[in-house]
């Protein structure tokens, strides 16, 4: 994979990717804010910066949300609630139960500190992984089963920029932050991945193939591509 680096006002620094069977160019906003953009081979660089300067404002908008403020009560995935307890403890302390993200911060300490935050972030994506690796691989083999396909391993991973891959050898990873989505996104994403083990790369033979068992998949991409694999403060589960 070709990787160029470059600095472009306003926006920053920006990493350009060139995928074998990329057909469009995609932008993408890293967990730290890195800008990225992959492109098919056949598209120039310069083309490549010109398409991210387009897309400037919605970079800068989705640079400010990089670290959400989580809040008492909301939900995380789709079982777990986050409580903020102040307590007379000098510690901030955390706890994750079947259904319960726990935070317990000195009274002295408002949640929104940067310190508790952080600890609430990290209790939160260990309920998430908790719920993935509970959920996910079932849903994949049930998936598998009932739509005729294989795969080798199924693994549950935090991952930047991917909801899911397939690697030629027929090894699933699947990104924690999917109990985040709707589950007619996640079967989307699931079915996705199964359908690699078929069809490897995105042309046409793989989206025929993916929109015979799921139709109006291509509609399902652009829905998906509204989220982001971060840790969000509202998320609307379904």
Known sequence: MATKHV?????GSLTLYKRRGSRSLRLSIG??????????????YKAAEEFAKGKASWI?????QRTPTLEHGQLIGKAHRLHFEPTAGERTTTRVSLTEIRVHHPITV?????????????????ALRQEAEQLLPNRLQRLAKAYG???????VKRLKTRWGSCSSAQEITLNLFLMQLPWHLIDYVLLHELTHTKVMQHGKPFWNELERHLPGARKLRQEINTYQPVLQPHVHVT
């Open 7 to 11: 600095t472009l006002p306003d926006i």
């Open 60 to 64: 800068l908008h989705q640079q400010g």
């Open 31 to 44: 967990l730290n804010g890195e800008v990225r953009v992959s492109l098919p081979y056949w598209v120039s």
């Open 149 to 155: 396909f294989d795969f080798k391993s199924v693994d």
């Open 110 to 126: 408002p949640p929104d500190n940067d310190e508790v935050q952080a600890r609430a972030s990290a209790a939160s994506i260990k």
